[in-house]
Structures are given as structure tokens and as C-alpha cells.
């Protein structure tokens, strides 16, 4: 039987995310995400697109590598102003019941220890539905921001697998699950003894205590990562249950799940305990000339200076220094390598100049831009899945909220109809939707279930 399509919504707490210029955009209300109602309607709206989970990003500083400053992410509002996602999630989980929360926090930014009670926070007040995403910042400017010196690409992931072995204590080991007893009797709410100190002393952290918030329904949040790098690979197929790839086309995403999974075999786990997802945007019209019509017209909004400054915060490459017209030759970067070799080697049938990233860009981001009616994407989106052996997509959007409630009236129902998304949630919690009814918790072969409490 083909395998069920998971759909997570690809988000940000800020008006600008993957598509630059399209809040101008008349039907556009990316400017209203400060407003709470917008989010609960949202909610709402994914819940009832039975999504598993709205996916927040996030980052910790303004793309300035394009132009050398901050002012052209400012023009566009790209990815700036950018609120606390953390904020948002109690009041979008008070009006649904089953959809997930996948929270973006730096694990290179980031501490441990209050890390670790606000994760365990909302996964209590949300009854199990939230996960992580481990980043380890790409941006420069986040580095300046919190005063120290970027570390370089690789040694951003030893701090991460450091980062994740203290969560996972925390979470994981230094409260036993009956360790809050609520004994009016004996007048003992937590036992003592069944609480320990997971004394970490380590090269990046050191960490005396317990966590502060007791267990909570999952522990350990579902761990969500999108490195792409071989090094990210590595941290992602150990650690990673909900996987992300950027790729531009479904046959290069083959060879990508194919490594992480055979990689997540060889870290002790099976192939399919990594749910592996790729971004994607969808332009629905009832037919597909009505579509392109759509997405015509959607291009007269985009803004290439916004795509540039979110290519330049990628891939560390400053588009400005270019020649807009002539090809952009692979190297190396500090930022995010995949990215720069997407538009430079992985694709040897297309050499990409500066204006073609940015025309590219501008609507959807890096990933590809699904254009047509529902029957149209429905297939795309079933090809994108079974020829890249993926689990599920993560659904971006050139026009808010109108491309995502396009999509969840009409072609969820007939991926619905198709039997390829499932017609009511299986499970309450989000760890539930991945590892199947019952699996609240970390499989005992995930490296948070091994971690010993007195190893550092
Ligand atoms: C779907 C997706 C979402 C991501 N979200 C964020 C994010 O919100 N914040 C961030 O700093 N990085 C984000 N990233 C970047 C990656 O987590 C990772 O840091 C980046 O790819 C660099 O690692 P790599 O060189 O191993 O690929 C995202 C990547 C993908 C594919």
C-alpha cells in the first residue's frame, strides 16, 4: 500500500519567510502575524487539513550578507521583524486538539537548561504535541548579536550532539516517571529520591541539576533537523526523527533519503524511524491554466532583492559582488553548504546566475513551486513523494492564508480521496503520528533513550 503523505506547514512568526515581496500582495495578510487571531484561525485551518504538525522557523539575526547590511531584509520584511514562536503556541494548542507544534531553537545560541523546561512546558500544556528543531544558525549576525566569534560549520554540530545529550538527561533521566506522587496523605507531592542530578560537565556545558518541569506526556519533544551537510546528516540520521530536505528536484532527493536512511541503520535505528519531508509551495486554481494565470500574477508582486538577501543568508554569498547574468561557480561556505552547491553542482543540466536564483527564489524559496488545480499538484506531490522515497512535504506559501486554505479544501480532500492522507488523526500526540498509536515516548534504539545519566 502506498505509505500515507504527512503534511506539515512550513511557517514563521514574521511576515516574510520563503516568498519575498508577496505580503504586497492584496489578498496577502503576512502583515497580521502579530495578531494572535490570525495564528488561532490557522490553527484551525491546518487541524482541519488534518497537517500533522505547522512547522515554526526561526533565526536569531537579519540577513545582512546581501548589500553587506541589514537594509535590504528590512525593506522586504524578510524574515524581520520576527517574533518569539514560543509565544504563539499556547493560544493556536487551546483551539485544536491534535495538530503539532514544531518549534525552531538553536543549539548553538541556545542553553540547555532553560532550553529544556520550555520544551517540557509546552508539551505539557499541549498534551504531547510538540517537537523541536535543532538548528545551529547559519548567520553571522546572530553570532555578533550574542557576542562571540561563529564557530565553524562542523564544530556547530559537536556543540549540537554536547547540547542534545544534556537535553536528553534532563528529559530523559533526571526525574523517574512516578516521581510526582500528589499523596494528600503523606503530604508528598514530588519523592525526593526518585529525582536526580544529572551533575554534566562538559566541554561546551555543564549542568548540575533536574530539570525544572516534571515529565511530560512525549519527554522528549519530537526532535525535527534539516541539516543537509554530511556533518548534518550524521547529527540528523542519529538523532533526527522528523527530517527535512531542501533539494530542487525529486530525483536528487532519492540519493538524499537513501544516505540518511542507510545512515540512520548504521547509528542502530530502521531506515523508516527517520520521517523524512521536502519543502514545497503550491499555486492552486481550479484548472492549471488558471493556475499559471495565478502564479503570473503572483510574480508581478515577488521581489528579487528579497530573494538575493535570503540567498545571501544561506549560502553566506554576496550576490550584490556578482555579475547578475554570468554563472555562479561552486565553493565553500560557513553558512549553509547544500544550498550554494543546489544552484552550482548537484544540477549539472542548469547553470544558475544571480538573476535566475533570484526570479527562482522569489516565490517559495529554494524548493520547488507546485502550479496547477488540485488534481495536478495532488499527482505532483504523490510523484515528489514515491520517486524521492519521502514521508511527507512541508508546505510553504507565496500568499497567506489564502495558499494554504486553497490547499487544505481541495487538495487534501482529494489526496484524501486517493488514500494518501489520512482522513482523521491516528494518535494524540505528535511522536504518535511517526512512530504509530501508543509510541508516546523515544524509541528505546534513539540515542536520548540510551544516554546514560552519569556520562558526559
Ligand atoms: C525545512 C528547513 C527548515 C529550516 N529551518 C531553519 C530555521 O528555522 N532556522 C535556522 O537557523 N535554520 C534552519 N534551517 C537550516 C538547517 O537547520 C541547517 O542549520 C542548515 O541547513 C545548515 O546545516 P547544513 O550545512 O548541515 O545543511 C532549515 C532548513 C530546512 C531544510
Redesign the pocket.
Same mark, same amino acid.
Given at each position: 500500500m502506498a505509505k500515507r503523505i504527512g503534511l506539515h506547514a512550513?511557517n514563521?512568526t514574521a511576515a516574510g519567510h520563503q516568498s519575498s515581496g508577496m505580503w504586497r500582495h492584496p489578498q496577502s495578510q503576512a502583515a497580521r502575524y502579530k495578531d494572535l487571531d490570525y495564528w488561532v484561525d490557522l490553527a484551525r485551518t491546518l487541524e482541519r487539513g488534518r497537517f500533522d504538525s505547522i512547522?515554526l522557523?526561526?533565526?536569531l539575526g537579519p540577513y545582512d550578507v546581501y548589500g553587506g547590511s541589514p537594509d535590504a531584509a528590512l525593506r522586504n520584511g524578510m524574515q524581520i521583524p520576527a517574533n518569539d514562536p514560543f509565544q504563539y503556541v499556547s493560544a493556536m494548542a487551546s483551539v485544536t486538539s491534535r495538530l503539532g507544534f514544531a518549534l525552531?531553537a538553536?543549539a548553538t545560541f541556545e542553553h540547555p537548561y532553560p532550553l529544556a523546561r520550555r520544551f517540557s512546558t509546552l508539551d505539557h500544556l499541549t498534551k504531547g504535541r510538540v517537537g523541536w528543531?535543532?538548528?545551529?544558525?547559519?548567520?553571522p549576525s546572530a553570532s555578533r548579536n550574542f557576542g562571540v566569534s561563529a564557530l565553524p560549520?562542523d564544530e556547530r554540530?559537536e556543540m549540537a550532539e554536547e547540547f542534545l545529550t544534556v537535553m536528553y538527561k534532563l528529559w530523559e533521566q533526571s526525574w523517574d516517571d512516578d516521581a510526582v506522587e500528589v499523596d494528600r496523605e503523606r503530604g508528598v507531592f514530588v519523592n525526593p529520591d526518585k529525582v536526580h542530578p544529572i551533575r554534566h560537565k562538559g566541554r561546551y556545558f555543564d549542568v548540575d541539576g533536574f530539570n525544572m518541569a516534571e515529565p511530560s506526556p512525549q519527554k522528549t519533544p519530537v526532535i525535527f533537523?534539516?541539516?543537509?551537510?554530511s556533518?548534518?546528516?550524521r547529527?540528523a540520521a542519529r538523532h533526527g526523527e522528523g527530517l527535512?530536505? #531542501?533539494v530542487l528536484n525529486s530525483k536528487l532527493s532519492r540519493a538524499i533519503t537513501d544516505d540518511i536512511r542507510t545512515q540512520a541503520e548504521a547509528a542502530g535505528r530502521k531506515r523508516d524511524d527517520v520521517s523524512i519531508s521536502t519543502?514545497l509551495t503550491a499555486v492552486i486554481a481550479d484548472s492549471d491554466a488558471e493556475a499559471e494565470r495565478k502564479y503570473r500574477e503572483y510574480k508581478e508582486y515577488a521581489s528579487g532583492e528579497g530573494a538575493m538577501t535570503l540567498f545571501g543568508g544561506f549560502s553566506g554569498l554576496d550576490l550584490a559582488k556578482f555579475d547578475k547574468d554570468s554563472p555562479l561557480a561552486a565553493g565553500d561556505t560557513n553558512?549553509?553548504?547544500?544550498?550554494l552547491d543546489l544552484f552550482t553542482k548537484l544540477d549539472p543540466s542548469k547553470k544558475w546566475t544571480p538573476a535566475d536564483i533570484a526570479d527562482h527564489m522569489s516565490i517559495g524559496g529554494v524548493e520547488p513551486v507546485l502550479v496547477g488545480s488540485p488534481e495536478t499538484v495532488a499527482d505532483e506531490i504523490e510523484r515528489w513523494i514515491d520517486e524521492g522515497d519521502l514521508d511527507g512535504i #512541508?508546505l510553504s506559501y507565496a500568499v497567506t492564508p489564502h495558499d494554504i486554505e486553497a490547499f487544505v479544501d481541495t487538495v487534501v480532500p482529494e489526496l484524501q480521496k486517493r488514500g494518501r492522507v489520512w482522513k482523521d488523526y491516528e494518535g494524540e500526540t505528535l511522536r504518535e503520528y511517526f512512530s504509530g498509536p501508543g509510541n508516546n515516548r523515544l524509541s528505546p534504539t534513539h540515542p536520548g533513550s540510551l544516554v546514560s545519566r552519569n556520562a558526559d
Open positions: 512550513f514563521m512547522f522557523a526561526d533565526v525552531t538553536s528543531n535543532i538548528v545551529t544558525s547559519y548567520l560549520h554540530y533537523q534539516a541539516g543537509a551537510s556533518r548534518g546528516r547529527f527535512f530536505v #531542501n519543502i553558512a549553509i553548504q547544500t544550498v #512541508n
